[in-house]
């Protein structure tokens, strides 16, 4: 039997079913890694991957397996996130969020698609790898991050700060579009702007003696509005237009106090090309317009979050090695694709230099939602085109 047969075999649902769901058991909101991260490490160590655990952020460890060849390189980096968004509404679920409830083949739970399957795939392709004994040349490194969803710098850390790099990179994030599985080669870029507008309080009787910084703020939600339909005329092949959307807004704080500040969130999503900074002007710009224009205008602002954009070249290597992959397993192609979100690509692309494509199991339509799932055969195939890449490209 060939190494491909005999890995592929060693890839079992109700193997890659158990660790999800025991994935899935473990809450792990951003900031609460400790259990989960601890357990993976556990694990990876019980199958013989060297393993460390290290923490970038106090009590929140980042975790990385080695599947180490015998010439050292090259090397193949998957890249997960430990973290997931909060499961809101216990009651709106109709299943509990972290018990790993299987119904017709899918698994439910707060962080099953985004992304416990897809660090399940992971791991389970390296431990099919290690069991059918094959002699890799170059290292296959499994990173689990910290923090992902609100942009901390948990896989910066293990490829700028703990200097490990590779020659590829696949991050697994949820592709799977429609049913079917896509090839992610660009990703939006995101900011987070947080904009507070000043004003001066009085009796609501005599407005004319304060300034309502509700009023000015509404002149910035204006601008915005403008240029947000000047950027959906800015649009990139793969993943469409550049946003700008204001999300959240606060201000006043008694029914007749004149207010005396106004606070807007902004949620500026890039396209590959542009950068937080430009955009970051952009939006100065528009404010000290409308100071020029006003004098009692008063604004500061804040970055609160960046994910820079990325892309790499749709002919690199990692890119065809996994849409061979994907037709062997699944039997269809993927043209490049574009993924809507930000994602840790960009810490390997952007900071370290690493060919990076976004590829998993998962439909990004289920995620940051109540009942979030994950359809089981995708978690299973995406570790046999995993398995199979790492066989490629390291031996
Ligand atoms: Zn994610």
Same mark, same amino acid.
């Given at each position: ?45 019980? *199958? ?17 397996? $080695? ?52 660090? &399940?795939?992971?791991?389970?392709? +390296? ?6 004994? /094959? ?14 969803? /609100? ?40 900011? *987070? ?38 950027? +959906? ?9 550049? &946003? ?20 807007? &969130? ?89 060919? &990076?494509? /976004? $590829? ?36």
């Amino acid at each position: 039997m060939s190494f491909e047969s005999e890995v592929l075999n060693l890839i079992r649902k109700e193997d890659v079913t158990n660790l999800l769901q025991q994935l899935v058991r473990i809450p792990s909101p951003t900031g609460e890694e400790k259990t989960i991260a601890e357990f993976i490490y556990e694990v990876l160590k019980s *199958w013989g991957l060297k393993t460390e655990i290290f923490e970038p952020i106090p009590n929140r460890p980042d975790v990385v397996g $080695f599947l180490e060849g015998s010439e050292g390189r090259p090397t193949l980096i998957l890249n997960g996130h430990l973290d997931h968004v909060p499961p809101g509404n216990l009651e709106d679920w109709s299943y509990p969020p972290y018990e790993g409830r299987i119904v017709n083949g899918k698994m439910y739970g707060r962080g099953a698609a985004d992304m416990k399957g897809g660090l &399940t795939s992971m791991m389970i392709a +390296a431990k099919a790898l290690k069991d059918a004994n /094959v002699q890799l040349k170059g290292n296959l490194v499994l990173t689990f991050a910290i923090g992902e969803e /609100v942009g901390d710098p948990g896989t910066r850390h293990i490829v700028v700060d703990r200097g490990i790099r590779g020659d590829w990179g696949i991050v697994t994030e949820p592709t799977v579009f429609k049913g079917k599985f896509r090839v992610g080669v660009a990703e939006r870029g995101v900011a *987070w702007f947080k904009i507070t507008v000043k004003g001066k309080s009085t009796h609501a009787s005599q407005p004319n003696l304060g300034v309502n910084a509700i009023s000015k703020a509404s002149k910035v939600i204006t601008e915005l509005e403008k240029l947000s339909v000047k950027l +959906a005329r800015k649009k990139h092949p793969l993943i469409g237009a550049s &946003t700008c959307s204001v999300t959240i807004v606060e201000g006043g704080f008694k029914e007749n106090i004149i207010p005396d500040q106004c606070r807007i &969130t902004v949620d500026r999503r890039m396209i590959p090309g542009e950068t937080v900074k430009e955009a970051e002007k952009e939006i100065e710009k528009i404010l000290k317009n409308l100071r020029k224009k006003d004098p009692k205008f008063r604004f500061s602002m804040e970055l609160t979050c960046l994910f820079e954009p990325a892309e790499i070249p749709s002919k690199s290597e990692i890119v065809s090695v996994v849409r061979r992959n994907l037709k062997k397993v699944c039997g269809y192609d993927s043209k490049p694709w574009g993924t809507p979100y930000a994602c840790d690509a960009r810490n390997l692309i952007n900071d370290a230099g690493i060919p &990076t494509i /976004v $590829f998993g199991p998962g439909d990004i339509s289920h995620c940051h939602c109540v009942d979030e799932y994950i359809e089981l055969d995708e978690v299973v195939n995406a570790a046999k085109i995993l398995a199979l890449t790492a066989l490629n490209l390291l031996t």
